[in-house]
């Protein structure tokens, strides 16, 4: 049985997400021939603007209530205002059954439809604070690839749609048919580490009185550093100094440390020959074990692993 997709094509949509999707559901075929879905495009009004040109789409808006799933794209400002007219017909397919799922931005769009209220959900990580703060009753995960919530569905940034359409033609006509689609698009069809390993993880910034004292603590990362150190140097108490920390960079002081020691690691990883112990040393870490364990807690792979994916020629 054909299974029907309709793609959502809302003003300044980025094209890449819908692309995605279109050539993974569009491209396969049954053992005779036959299409196992079909594919089409929903235009939230005839001519599509998009960031580089525009694009017109042979369906509109009232398509989707043929749909079994649909798939909901980003867009450049996801905070801008959303029609009405498309969230009510993202209520709508969501209210008679449809599979609902997004691509990068596309879940704030859902979260604007009143879809994910109480749900998990994640989006791309440049814009998942902003997500969490925006709507507190979503449970923002933005670590991870895509959140099957079952008939709602939210992907990460940008090629985490590849991932989330792999796993619902898995989900559709099992592993086979999913590695076929991989095999296709040339992608792994299950990839590790999940979003986090591609955050930027520098530690915050303070433009107030802390602001020297980052900076001492910055040039001495590969140096063993306490809570009582930081706060002799910037005179204060431990207590006063751990809560104006705290006022000023929302964590703790030790938090903080352990995040620029982290990036630090990332930077020599993508950009020297170092061995891991090494790096390790060089950045204040007192074991390779802490090191390493500290390193996956944060972007979900090991040292050799983000090295393998990120080091510079």
């Known amino acids: 049985m054909v299974h029907k997709v309709g793609i959502v094509v809302p003003q300044r949509v980025i094209p890449y997400d819908v692309a995605?999707?279109?050539e993974v559901f569009g491209r396969l075929h049954d053992p005779d021939g036959r299409a196992r879905y079909e594919v089409r495009v929903c235009g939230e009004a005839p001519e599509i603007r998009a960031p580089a040109f525009s694009l017109k789409s042979p369906f509109r808006l009232n398509a989707l209530k043929w749909a079994d799933t649909v798939i909901v794209p980003g867009i450049d400002d996801p905070f801008a205002p959303i029609s009405q007219q498309l969230l009510l017909a993202l209520r709508l397919a969501s209210k008679r059954g449809a599979r609902i799922a997004s691509v990068c931005s596309g879940s704030i769009i859902l979260a604007a439809a009143g879809l994910l209220s109480g749900r998990r959900a994640t989006t791309?990580?440049?814009c998942a604070e902003q997500f969490a703060q925006q709507y507190p009753d979503i449970s923002v995960d933005p670590n991870v690839l895509y959140v099957d919530e079952g008939?709602?569905?939210t992907?990460?940034?940008?090629?985490?749609?590849m991932d989330m359409c792999l796993h619902l033609?898995?989900?559709d006509f099992g592993q086979a048919v999913a590695a076929h689609a991989a095999r296709l698009a040339v992608a792994p069809l299950d990839r590790d580490g999940g979003q986090s390993q591609f955050i930027q993880h520098a530690p915050p910034n303070s433009t107030g009185s802390l602001a020297p004292h980052l900076e001492w603590m910055?040039?001495?990362?590969?140096r063993p550093l306490t809570v009582a150190k930081m706060a002799a140097r910037a005179r204060m108490s431990e207590r006063t100094f751990a809560r104006r920390f705290r006022e000023q960079l929302g964590i703790t002081p030790m938090q903080w440390l352990l995040k620029a020691r982290l990036r630090r690691a990332q930077e020599?990883?993508?950009?020297?020959?170092a061995y891991v112990d090494q790096i390790a040393t060089a950045c204040g870490f007192q074991s390779t074990v802490t090191f390493r364990s500290s390193f996956r807690r944060m972007t979900g792979v090991s040292p050799a692993?983000?090295?393998?994916?990120?080091?510079?020629?």
């Open 20 to 22: 995605i999707a279109c």
């Open 124 to 126: 791309h990580w440049l």
């Open 151 to 153: 008939e709602i569905i």
């Open 155 to 161: 992907s990460a940034g940008a090629s985490a749609g």
């Open 169 to 171: 033609v898995r989900r």
């Open 218 to 222: 910055a040039s001495r990362l590969n």
């Open 268 to 273: 020599l990883l993508e950009n020297s020959t």
């Open 305 to 313: 692993s983000y090295r393998r994916r990120f080091k510079a020629a």
